[in-house]
């Protein structure tokens, strides 16, 4: 499982999009995994004492008799067990793998229309990184990493920053509102830890610092250590990724065999050009 560090990268650059062009990212990576609370019927029934995977017992007959409800006792028993991580069906997951099977034909990354939220982040940022580095710890910058795994798929990671040999932050931009519920809640967001696990898995180091940023009000920051359910997770669903782009890549170089490509014009730079 080699690693691959490109110290130099400036993130956002056609060079970075290079590196990343039709791998699976942490960025991304949230959108091919799903979480959900185990079965009921994977544990023991404290009511009836039905076994995993065996139906709930009527208590109220004289002769044991099985029902199609499940006793809440057992529902709340299985609520208290860790979550269960499923490789995602859905058609978000199906447009990502998509779109990385697109960027490997082809070798280019399409570019995102930036948002509001997404160019405050970018600005936000370095301002977020000098705050930390004041308050707790210098950061060192670079561009990208990726790792390579048995089965032949990588997974890239972009850092926020990198602190000592040990650790990493990740960098979130936030509306006050938010922020203050992030405060209240003291946790991190869950829909942050499929990357913040990713960018641990990746990189191999043993600690990730959630950083929530809002000008004008305290940085919030949470330490997250690995988590190996996770980190499964994350992994089935790389490799599944990658057996579907390779069968969608496959299938269109026979479909496409000996029609030549047409040539990409970037309209857009032509029109910035022009006015």
């Known amino acids: ?22 791998i699976v990212t942490a960025s991304v990576v949230g959108q091919l995994i799903t979480k959900g609370a185990p079965d009921a019927l994977s544990v023991d029934c404290p009511k009836c004492q039905a076994l995993p995977a065996e139906a709930c017992i009527s208590t109220a007959r004289k002769v044991p008799t099985p029902i199609k409800t499940i006793h809440i006792e057992r529902t709340d028993a299985a609520s208290n067990l ?8 859905t058609d978000t997951a199906r447009a990502l793998l998509m779109t990385l099977a697109a ?6 990354v399409e570019p995102i229309q930036p948002s509001r939220d997404m160019q405050r982040g970018t600005l936000d940022e370095p301002f977020a990184r000098d705050v930390y580095s004041e ?15 048995p089965g032949g798929f990588k997974i890239g990671y972009s ?18 509102k938010i922020q203050l519920k992030t405060v209240l809640d003291d946790a991190v967001p ?15 180091r043993r600690w990730l610092d959630y950083v929530s940023y809002c000008g004008g009000m305290p940085l919030y920051v949470k330490r997250v250590r690995p988590d190996q359910a996770w980190f499964d997770a994350i992994l089935e669903a790389a ?16 479909a496409t065999e000996g029609k030549p490509a047409t040539e990409r014009i970037d309209h857009f730079a032509e029109l910035e050009i022009t006015f």
């Open 82 to 89: 860790p979550p269960v991580f499923k490789v995602a069906d």
């Open 190 to 204: 869950a829909g942050n830890m499929a990357q913040i696990q990713c960018g641990l898995l990746v990189s191999g």
């Open 239 to 254: 490799a599944y990724a990658e057996d579907a782009i390779r069968g969608m890549v496959a299938t269109y170089t026979a």
């Open 135 to 149: 308050q707790h710890e210098p950061v060192d910058v670079i561009g990208f990493m990726v790792r390579d795994y």
């Open 1 to 22: 499982m080699t690693l691959q560090v490109f110290t130099e990268l400036e993130q956002g650059t056609e060079e970075w999009l290079a590196a990343r062009c039709g």
């Open 159 to 176: 850092p926020d920053g990198l602190i000592s040999d040990a650790g990493l932050i990740e960098i979130k931009s936030r509306n006050q």
């Open 103 to 108: 960027e490997r034909i082809t070798g280019y």
